[in-house]
Every structure is written in C-alpha cells, then in structure tokens.
C-alpha cells in the first residue's frame, strides 16, 4: 500500500494529469496513468474536498468529478456532475455536497442520496464561480457580459447582491463586463474581481452603492487569475502575457512585480498564513514567489501546460519530516513521445543537399572566374 501523500503543490494539466509537488525534497510525481488519458478528462476545476485536505477533487470537461485520496494515493471517487452547457467553471463542498457551475449558468448542489438537487441559474457566459472560505454557504459568480451576483444558497431564488456597470466612458459609451476570476477578502464582505479589461475591482455589499468602490487597471493585457493574501490588504493578479503584481486595495497602487512568467498565468493562490503565493500556467512551469521580498523561491518544470492550481494550508513546511512520496505506476507523458519513432523529411534533407552543392558550385565558379581575370 502507498504512504499517503503530504505534497504542498497540486497542479493539473490540459490532459488530464493531477501532479503533486514536495517543494522541500524537490520532488514531483504523476498520479494519472498516461496511457487512459483524452482529451475529455482536461481539468478546468479543482478543490481539497475536506478542511484536512485528503481528498483532492478534479472538475474534467466530460462532467465528471474526480476524487484523488492523498492517504490511499489513488483516485478512489467518480462522481457525474452533468448539467446545463459548457465545462466546469467552479467547483466546491459545501456540507458534504458538491457545488458545480457550468459555463452555461447552471448552478448546483449535489446532494448524495437525494433528487431534491439545488440549480440556480446565475447568467449565461460564466468565467468563474466560487465559495467564500470563511461562509461557505456563499457564492459569488462573474463571466462575459455577467457581472458579479453573491448568492446564498441557503435562500437561492435571488442573488443577495447584483454588480452595477460602471458609468459610460468619456465617449459616452457602454463599458463591456468580462469577469475573469473573483475572490472574498478575509473578514470582510468585500469581493475583489479581476477582467479582460485589464480592470481590478473592488465590491462591497454592505456599501449602498452597487458599483465599485475601488477600480484599478493593471498592465493592458486580459487578466487571467486573482487571490487575496492572508492579511486582506492587497491582491495578486496575473495576466495572459504572464504579468503578475501585487496591488494595495486600500490605495489602488501597484506594489510588486512577480517576474519570471512567460506564459499565460491559469491559476494563482496566496497561501493562507504564509507570505507566498503559487501561480501556474502555459508555460508549464508552476513557481512560487514571496511576498515580502518578491523573489522567486521555487520554480517547477511539470512538461504540461497547467490549469490549476491549489496550494497546501500547512505551514513550516521544512520542519514536516514528511514522508518520502510513493507512487505505483507512475508514467510520465515524456516516455509516450520517446518511444515514438523520429521521422525524417527526406525531401526536406535532398533539397538542403541540392542547395548545399549549388552553393560550393557558385561558390567554385566565382572563385574560378576571378582566377582568370587576373591572368
């Protein structure tokens, strides 16, 4: 039997793969047989199933909820979540239930044992969904032309809160909504989004108005992915050109630069007691940066472009003694590709040999011409 797997980075891939990471023996492992892998089991979602963290759940494109159990190390859950179009845009637990929103809208409650599912329907064209950490019971949803809504899925009929668009810009025209991602400032009721305006939002719904109370761009590329640190004073954006900061809520100015991206970022997340944040994406390469001194501390090449991201509560890391990870039958994507045959363009070789002799032919006959010159 495999020892459970104390892995302080999970990561998921376009195809399918969940990848744990042990940043203090620098060590990474594949817990998905490469072999039984599509392209309908691409992870758009991913959660920790329990507030102990031994359950990791994989929302995959076909509908269908993956349970990884880190003390079995196997994937030991499968359960189907289709509803509404689209693929998963969030993914949570809330009491035991599975909370899913697809693109389409479709927002539900799987209740295991029981057909009285709860579906609220929060607009088309959703980017994100997600439950506050500290009122799980709360969710807040955001996509294209959807502006932010906070629902409480104990009274679901209608959103507790419904974002109004900011004023029409200095030609009198209608600013777009393109919601990206969205996070809970930490004891507060204040919600941060981030857009493909470049645009960083601030909302209060205990505020009268329904506008933003904070509004900063950064950079002017699309923003990607958003997480909030512990202390709740400032947000960590990332970008589709593979930009990150930090900006201050409180003053809207840009704090740090996060470099070292150099692709689209996927997924960010503060860790919630220490100053790091973990981000990943296109790149293939999963990093994690401090806060307090911007440096890049860990930098992680997975061979697969990267989805998600969830990052271990736990703290002290070097002082865990965790146990060395197994894994049985473990195959990395790269013996697919070396166990293929290299194939050769011989039409390409002929003509670069043809055009390799027409030069040296040039090359003689030029050379010859002015030998004869000079006799």
Not at 154 to 182: S, T, Y
Not at 217 to 235: C, H, K, N, Q
Not at 334 to 354: A, G, H, Q, Y
């Amino acid at each position: 039997m495999a020892a459970p797997v104390r892995n302080h980075v999970w990561v998921a891939t376009e195809t399918g793969i969940l990848k744990g990471i042990d940043l203090v023996k620098k060590q990474a492992a594949n817990y998905t047989e490469v072999s039984s892998l599509n392209r309908d089991q691409e992870v758009h979602v991913m959660c920790f199933g329990d507030p102990q963290e031994s359950e990791v759940l994989l929302g995959c494109r076909d509908g269908i909820v993956r349970v990884f159990n880190t003390e079995k190390a196997k994937f030991t859950e499968f359960h189907e979540c289709r509803g509404g179009e689209g693929v998963f845009r969030g993914l949570g637990v809330l009491d035991n239930a599975l909370v899913t929103c697809v693109e389409s809208g479709l927002l539900k409650v799987w209740k295991e044992g029981s057909n009285e599912n709860v579906e609220v329907q929060v607009g088309p064209g959703v980017e994100k969904m997600r439950l506050c950490d500290a009122q799980r019971h709360k969710v807040g949803t955001g996509g294209k032309e959807n502006d932010l809504k906070i629902w409480d899925l104990q009274r679901p009929e209608e959103p507790i809160f419904k974002a109004k668009n900011v004023r029409n810009d200095w030609l009198d025209l209608r600013v777009p909504v393109w919601i990206r991602d969205l996070d809970f400032i930490p004891e507060s009721e204040k919600v941060v989004t981030c857009t493909s305006h470049h645009q960083i939002r601030v909302y209060d719904p205990c505020s009268p108005q329904r506008r933003p109370v904070l509004e900063v761009l950064f950079g002017e590329d699309p923003l990607t992915a958003v997480s909030i640190p512990p202390d709740g004073r400032s947000v960590v954006v990332g970008s589709s050109h593979g930009n990150m900061g930090v900006i201050d809520l409180r003053t809207g100015r840009l704090l740090n630069a996060l470099k070292g991206n150099a692709g689209s970022v996927r997924a960010i997340q503060c860790h919630k007691s220490m100053p790091v944040v973990a981000s990943c994406g296109l790149d293939r390469f999963m990093r994690v940066h401090s806060l307090n001194d911007r440096k890049l501390i860990h930098k992680v090449y997975l061979k697969s472009r990267l989805n998600c991201l969830l990052l271990t509560s736990r703290d002290k890391w070097e002082e865990e003694g965790l146990t060395p990870v197994e894994v049985e039958d473990v195959k990395e994507e790269d013996e697919v590709w070396n166990n293929m045959e290299t194939v050769i363009d011989k039409s390409s070789s002929k003509k670069r040999k043809d055009g390799q002799d027409l030069r040296v032919e040039a090359a003689s006959t030029k050379k010859g011409s002015k030998k004869k010159k000079t006799v």
